[in-house]
């Protein structure tokens, strides 16, 4: 009686099933466990999950304070703990993590990695600490006119030949306003040329209906906030293409100057850079 085509594959060596699945994506070989004992062996072996890990991972758990949280015996515990739970490098002002589908590395800019006009003005920013912030400060708009904030990092940071999007990360107070309208103009892209993404954006919630959903305001091609699972607001600034081959340097802007309307009451985390989905 001849062997299905699954037996065969099980019937090789460990190492070679390893080899395999380790071609595939880390959720794919989350289903293979279930496959056989030896392809589970396969599976979450160090082998498998050294390849879905980025390459330079280990010097960037060395930038953290808590590197010494990451000490698991198993590279798919890293994996995993890396997916789950961000940790802050470069004295606290980043956040790293992995996309956990795909391994693509992910970072959250703090505020005060950011450069904010007047941010250094008490009569204009507050620097505040709260505890559903993953930072030691976050960056309180007390009231400005002029509304300017620019991110920026290496490219070379980020995963190749991956579509980023980049995302301003926020709260607003009860009493927040100027932030209807009129819309605010955000960008993403290099300084060294390439295609540069650009949008208007509404930062305002709009106003709660009777049955307490927010109603978000009617803005044709416009982009809008969307609610995180970490209790914060995010809404989308542009997208990035890492092609990769050269190292140049990502701006991401987020600006309100022509209006001259004054604003206050908006709380900024950062600016969180992340593969987009499919």
């Not at 080899?19 to 794919?28: A, E, F, G, W």
């Not at 809008?224 to 991401?252: A, S, T, V, Y």
Request: net charge negative; charged share 25%.
């Amino acid at each position: 009686m001849e062997q299905s085509s699954g037996a065969k594959i099980s019937a090789l060596p460990e190492g070679c099933i390893a080899n395999i699945v380790s071609l595939t994506t880390p959720k794919d070989a989350c289903r293979a466990c279930a496959v056989s004992p030896i392809f589970r062996a396969a599976a979450e072996s160090n082998a498998v999950w050294e390849r879905f890990l980025p390459s330079d991972y280990q010097a960037i758990i060395a930038r953290s304070s808590s590197s010494d949280s990451l000490n698991f015996c198993s590279k798919k515990q890293i994996y995993l703990s890396l997916s789950d739970n961000p940790i802050l490098i470069d004295d606290n002002k980043k956040s790293f993590f992995l996309d956990k589908l795909s391994g693509k590395k992910c970072y959250l800019l703090a505020a005060r990695d950011l450069s904010i006009v007047w941010g250094s003005t008490p009569e204009y920013w507050s620097w505040v600490s709260l505890p559903e912030s993953r930072f030691p400060e976050v960056a309180e708009l007390l009231d400005v006119c002029w509304f300017e904030i620019c991110g920026k990092m290496s490219t070379s940071m980020l995963s190749l030949k991956t579509n980023y999007a980049a995302y301003l990360v926020f709260k607003l107070r009860s009493r927040a306003n100027g932030f209807d309208d009129p819309p605010f103009k955000a960008s993403v892209g290099t300084i060294g040329g390439g295609e540069v993404y650009e949008q208007s954006v509404c930062l305002d919630l709009g106003e709660p209906s009777l049955d307490g959903q927010i109603l978000l305001p009617e803005q044709p091609h416009i982009s809008c906030p969307k609610q995180r699972k970490d209790g914060w607001l995010e809404i989308e600034l542009g997208e990035f293409f890492n092609k990769g081959g050269q190292d140049d340097e990502l701006q991401i802007r987020l600006t309100e100057v022509e209006d001259g309307r004054w604003k206050s009451g908006l709380i900024v985390e950062g600016i969180e850079i992340r593969p987009t989905m499919g």
